[in-house]
Structures are given as structure tokens and as C-alpha cells.
């Protein structure tokens, strides 16, 4: 089945730029989408169709989409922005979500 | 305000049936795509299934077809979950989600989960 991987953490200072990568064997064709994750919350949509913004999200979380590897920034990382981030997208039929295995964010 | 409210969870031993309910309010319910999503305890979020507008077309991640259906009931806004055969790896907290469809040329380009439910939590033990 098909798999998105991102790495388990990352971890940057305050204000440092965060860096978080899927990568996908389908992606140069489908779109990544990204979702943020608070402890105990339901997950918040932050980026879809690579690298677009949905109103409402701040302006420092910005994805681009290269080849097989999609990438979420969040450029001068806030402390509140502490939360397990999860890339999303399709298999190649279109039909089947995947999340890939998330990724804790941790700014201190 | 688009709202998704999920219900039906609780604790059923090994071998057991549930069926979740996801009551959708703020939008034209029947117009969108639904998907469940579930989340086992500390664990990542996993696509579990998704179903058209019309509720004509279903899909299922391999660890849950056969044992579970998705469907619909556009007269009472409300999608379902129905779970058989349920095991100890289907505990989970289990979101309801809308999906967001962009077609071009009559094909998907784009599909994702724009609004999610609160999730409401099954436990499979004895």
C-alpha cells in the first residue's frame, strides 16, 4: 500500500525557521496538503494543494512541492505553533487517503 | 457555521458491532464527499474511508474493508460508520470529515478533509 514518510521530529528554537518533509512515490502527481494537530484536538487543515493557505492561517506556514518530496516551513517558529504536523494525500488511483506517520514540532 | 458532531462511540469486546453517527450542519450535506478518520491511542491519524455525495461510491483503507461500511442518509444529514468484526486495533478516537473536490476537465484534481468533527472515541476490549 501506499505510504507518505515524514521524519518523527523537529526541533527549533523561537523564531528559527521549521523544515518538515513527506516524501511519496505519487506526489509528483498528487497534490500534498498538510494538517496541524494540538494535544487532545482535532487536526486543522494549514496548507492544501501543495503550497496554498487557507484564510485564517498565519502567514509564516508557507509548502512547496519538488519531485517526490513535498515540504511544510513554518519561517519564525512560534512556541504555539508546538504541535504533530501530518502530510496528506492520494494514492495514485485518487481514491484512497494516506497520512504519513506525523511529525512533532518542537519550539523551545 | 459549518459543524460536524460525531456520536456512537464506547467500549465493545472483541468480535463486536458498533456504528458511529456524524451529524452535519451549515452546509448542503448531500453537495459533499465524507470521509472517517481514526486515531489509535498516541498513535498517527489513519484515512479509514470516504463516500461521495450521493453516497454511490464507497472506499475503505485495506485494514478495515469487509469488516466495516460507510453510508449515508442525506435526508437527515448525517453520515455512518458501521463496524463489525471489530478488533483491539480498531481502538481510536474516530473523526468525521468533509471533504473539499476541485475537478478539471471532469477530473479530481484535488481532495482533501477541510472540516473535521470533534471525534468520538471506541475502545474494543474485553
Known amino acids: 500500500s501506499y505510504e507518505l514518510t515524514q521524519p518523527p521530529s523537529v526541533s527549533v528554537s523561537p523564531g528559527q525557521t521549521a523544515r518538515i518533509t513527506c516524501s511519496g512515490d505519487a506526489l509528483p502527481k498528487k497534490y500534498a496538503y498538510w494538517y496541524q494537530q494540538k494535544s487532545g484536538q482535532a487536526p486543522v487543515l494549514v496548507i492544501y494543494?501543495?503550497?496554498k493557505r487557507p484564510s485564517g492561517i498565519p502567514e509564516r506556514f508557507s509548502g512547496s512541492s519538488s519531485g517526490t518530496m513535498a515540504t511544510l516551513t513554518i519561517s519564525g517558529a512560534q512556541v504555539e505553533d508546538e504541535a504533530d504536523y501530518y502530510c496528506?494525500?492520494?494514492?495514485?488511483?485518487?481514491?484512497?487517503?494516506?497520512f504519513g506517520g506525523g511529525t512533532k514540532l518542537t519550539v523551545l | 457555521e459549518v459543524q460536524l458532531v460525531e456520536s456512537g462511540g464506547g467500549l465493545v469486546q472483541p468480535g463486536g458491532s458498533l456504528r458511529l453517527s456524524c451529524a452535519a450542519s451549515g452546509f448542503i450535506f448531500s453537495s459533499y464527499a465524507m470521509s472517517w478518520v481514526r486515531q489509535a491511542p498516541g498513535k498517527g491519524l489513519e484515512w479509514v474511508s470516504g463516500i461521495s455525495g450521493s453516497g454511490g461510491s464507497t472506499y475503505y483503507a485495506d485494514s478495515v474493508k469487509g469488516r466495516f461500511t460507510i453510508s449515508r442518509d442525506n435526508s437527515k444529514n448525517t453520515l455512518y460508520l458501521q463496524m463489525n468484526s471489530l478488533r483491539a486495533e480498531d481502538t481510536a478516537v474516530y473523526y468525521c470529515?468533509?471533504?473539499?473536490?476541485?475537478?478539471?476537465?471532469?477530473?479530481?484534481?484535488?481532495?482533501?478533509?477541510?472540516?473535521w468533527g470533534k471525534g468520538t472515541t471506541v475502545t474494543v476490549s474485553s
Open positions: 496528506y494525500s492520494t494514492d495514485s488511483s485518487g481514491n484512497h487517503g494516506v
Open positions: 470529515a468533509k471533504y473539499r473536490i476541485t475537478m478539471v476537465r471532469g477530473v479530481i484534481d484535488s481532495l482533501y478533509m477541510d472540516v
Open positions: 494543494e501543495d503550497s
